[in-house]
Nanobody, 124 residues
Framework: QAELYESGGDSVQAGGSVRLSCAAS??????MAWFRQTPGKEREGVAV???????DYAASVKGRFTISKDRTDNTLYLQMNSLKPEDTAMYYC????????????????????WGQGTQVTVSS
């Protein structure tokens, strides 16, 4: 099972930027994603990146967030710009989802590896 460790969470004003990192090691890191969750709400898929560099984003973050991955050390990043108060959440990175076998979307795939999360707070 992959080991994931997020960092970079911060408290910023609306309109600001934050860059999250996820240090990853272990097997099955070809597909990785960022999710976020706030208390009382379901976990939301934010962005995903495949082995070929293909990406997908939640509609709410498209054009503001950018997911990337350093393939030399498998570190996953999430660059978040033009932050809004509604982006406030605990952000988690995830790995090890057999999307082809799952047959559904990456948002509801049963990802096997999760980090501990890093908090992003955006004030108005």
């Amino acid at each position: 099972q992959a080991e994931l460790y997020e960092s970079g969470g911060d408290s910023v004003q609306a309109g600001g930027s934050v860059r999250l990192s996820c240090a990853a090691s272990g097997p099955n890191l070809y597909l990785m994603a960022w999710f976020r969750q706030t208390p009382g709400k379901e976990r939301e898929g934010v962005a995903v990146i495949g082995s070929g560099g293909n990406t997908d984003y939640a509609a709410s973050v498209k054009g503001r967030f950018t997911i990337s991955k350093d393939r030399t050390d498998n570190t996953l990043y999430l660059q978040m710009n033009s932050l809004k108060p509604e982006d406030t959440a605990m952000y988690y990175c995830a790995a090890d989802c057999d999307l082809a076998l799952w047959g559904g979307t990456w948002r509801d795939c049963p990802w096997r590896s999760w980090g501990q999360g890093t908090q992003v707070t955006v004030s108005s």
